[in-house]
């Protein structure tokens, strides 16, 4: 209810009467299941820089993913929110899990590797970017989040795989990587 509530007010809610639905046999019985190309025309708008649409936050990052059923690359609509109570979240439960349940952990003790997928952001409209969804996420993560990973960003997003991996290679031989 809280992510219907929160987007009751845009395009999408208002076309499914987002603020009448209290339930889950309200959702079931209001919003059909959807394809990509359903939702296609309404991301084709977020690129070209219309806003509140899908949702009430300002859609900045698209990841590109690889295609797959109709065999083409889709492009994902990423929130800031959706950086933080997702991804970001996501990852803070999962090291809360693993500490929990190996308290004699030695993770913090080092570095975490981080290696994304291609910093190739390529612009769609003047305040929004396309590019790898791991490359998004790396870009955007809290600052605190740099304090234990290597290697450096420009190195983690590089482009050319062989290259980033001997990059890799030389930077943390010295690094106590322990993630």
Known sequence: IKLITEA?????????????INNYDDYKNR????????????????????????????????????GTTSDKSKFIPISQQ???????????????IYCNNNTDTYIFDGKGLAIGGS???FEVN???????????????????????????LDIALMDEWES???KIAEITINDNVTN
Request: hydrophobic residues 35%; contains cysteine; charged residues 30%.
């Open 8 to 20: 009751q007010d845009t395009e999408w809610g208002k076309k499914y009467d987002y603020n009448n």
């Open 31 to 66: 919003v059909p299941v959807n394809t990509y190309d359903d939702l296609k025309p309404y991301i084709n708008r977020l690129i070209k820089g219309e806003q509140n649409l899908l949702w009430p936050e300002k859609i900045k990052w698209f990841a590109k993913s690889s």
């Open 82 to 96: 959706a950086l933080e109570e997702c991804h970001f979240k996501g990852g803070k439960d999962l090291l809360a």
């Open 119 to 121: 910093r190739q952001f």
């Open 126 to 152: 003047n305040d929004a970017f396309y590019g790898d969804l791991s490359a998004i996420i790396i870009e955007n993560l809290p600052f605190w989040a740099e304090f234990h990973r290597t290697p450096e």
């Open 164 to 166: 980033k991996i001997q």
